[in-house]
């Protein structure tokens, strides 16, 4: 049977469905390179993003079932979405704006592209709709920060408090749920896209990128949320991954920087009061 993906079928408005069906079909006639996916980082990040989202969830949720919608669990609550949303998810979209998908755009969809001439068009779809989502995910985020915001204002009765942190509670499941949904549809059609057609070389030069772009600071901090992720799941394969990609003294690292530079930002998210750098006061 031919391989061949008919364009003037998928112009015009054919589904996300169909697109990712006719992209998945062009790359099973790929198969057979020896090229693997080296852009780790940006898959981690999106998962340390997605935790994060529904550890802010359990925390707001959990002010509501003790009752404690005082104004310093609003200030917590803030900051929790602080971390969450101004510094994860603000670092995730850097990244992907500034990078990550204008080099899938060049890589996939350019002119001097290696996919095949009638692929570009669904390729360029294909990431045009995920752009577009994730621009979804951003605008859903930014109404979770004025909730938070609005949470910890001491200007508001505790019915209105009580209201904005159920708002933070809700809007933070839907972010997981979407965040979690376009994240799989890339792990399935963009990944394999850029690791059986672009270059290990070109990826590795990206990941370096990446890095830069983050910042050191910044970087130590995101690796900590990055190894929690995947350390919380229960993909071994994943956690193997890890400590393939990261080195050997960055991974030594973790605990000093989790102490240092995580907790004291992102503690509440599990409970901690972040009162100094080596507090690890549980909120009961």
């Not at 969830?57 to 079932?65: I, K, N, R, S, V």
């Not at 350019?110 to 994730?134: L, Q, W």
């Not at 200007?155 to 949904?181: C, P, Y």
Request: net charge neutral; hydrophobic share 40%; charged share 30%.
């Amino acid at each position: 049977a031919s391989t061949f993906v008919n364009v003037t079928d998928i112009r015009g408005g054919a589904d996300p469905a169909s697109e990712d069906s006719a992209v998945q079909q062009y790359l099973s006639t790929l198969e057979g390179d020896e090229l693997e996916f080296h852009v780790q980082g940006w898959r981690w990040h999106s998962l340390s993003f997605i935790r994060d989202a529904g550890r802010l969830e359990a925390l707001a949720l959990q002010l509501l079932e003790r009752g404690d919608v005082t104004v310093e669990n609003g200030e917590m609550l803030n900051k929790a979405a602080g971390h969450v949303i101004d510094f994860n998810l603000a670092g995730l979209d850097n990244v992907e704006q500034s990078l990550w998908f204008p080099w899938l755009r060049e890589k996939l969809c350019g002119a001097t592209s290696k996919v095949r001439e009638d692929m570009r068009y669904i390729m360029n779809r294909t990431i045009s709709s995920v752009v577009e989502e994730r621009r979804h995910i951003s605008r859903l985020a930014d109404a979770v920060r004025q909730q938070a915001k609005l949470a910890s204002s001491p200007s508001v009765d505790a019915e209105k408090r009580k209201e904005a942190i159920l708002n933070v509670a809700e809007m933070s499941a839907a972010l997981t749920s979407r965040m979690r949904s376009v994240f799989d549809r890339e792990d399935r059609i963009l990944v394999p896209a850029v690791a059986l057609i672009i270059p290990e070389r070109e990826q590795r030069a990206l990941s370096k990128k990446v890095i830069r772009k983050l910042g050191v600071l910044d970087s130590r901090r995101h690796l900590v949320g990055m190894h929690d992720a995947i350390w919380e799941g229960s993909d071994v394969r994943e956690r193997e991954l890890f400590e393939e990609e990261i080195p050997y003294l960055a991974r030594t690292m973790i605990p000093r920087w989790r102490r240092l530079l995580y907790l004291p930002a992102a503690g509440m998210l599990d409970g901690i009061q972040p009162t100094a750098p080596n507090a690890r006061v549980l909120l009961r």
